[in-house]
Nanobody
């Protein structure tokens, strides 16, 4: 069993930046694919970004490419999502998720992930 804890959400004005972090316990992210998804009321969970821990390969939704960066900190066993040039449409609850052995074509599918954090609210005001 893996527990994921997110931190770093809050409110920011459009154009601003925010950093979300996700830490796993009790085990490490080694061998896992780690993703960030977001969800707004009445909508399905939307892929934002993913990272394959061992290779370091990263993947992004077109809507955030060039503005968001997913990265890992091996010493802290943490995956972070640095969000810049935030827009009002980025407002959502952001979820960290992880699973082992996800093929690349499934990284954008929330059903491919087995572990989820509780979510953190990000509100961007215009």
């Amino acid at each position: 069993q893996v527990r994921l804890d997110e931190s770093g959400g809050g409110s920011v004005q459009a154009g601003g930046s925010m950093r979300l972090s996700c830490v796993a316990s009790p085990r490490t992210f080694s061998g896992f694919s780690v993703g960030w998804f977001r969800q707004t009321p009445g909508k399905e969970r939307e892929f934002v970004a993913a990272l394959k821990w061992n290779s370091g390969h990263t993947y992004y939704a077109d809507s955030v490419k060039g503005r968001f960066t997913i990265s890992k900190d091996t010493s802290q066993n943490t995956v972070s999502l640095q969000m810049s040039s935030l827009k009002s449409e980025d407002t959502a609850v952001y979820y960290c998720t992880a699973s082992r052995q996800i093929i690349q074509s499934s990284l954008r599918n929330p059903d491919a992930y087995g572990y989820w954090g509780q979510g953190t609210q990000v509100t961007v005001s215009s």
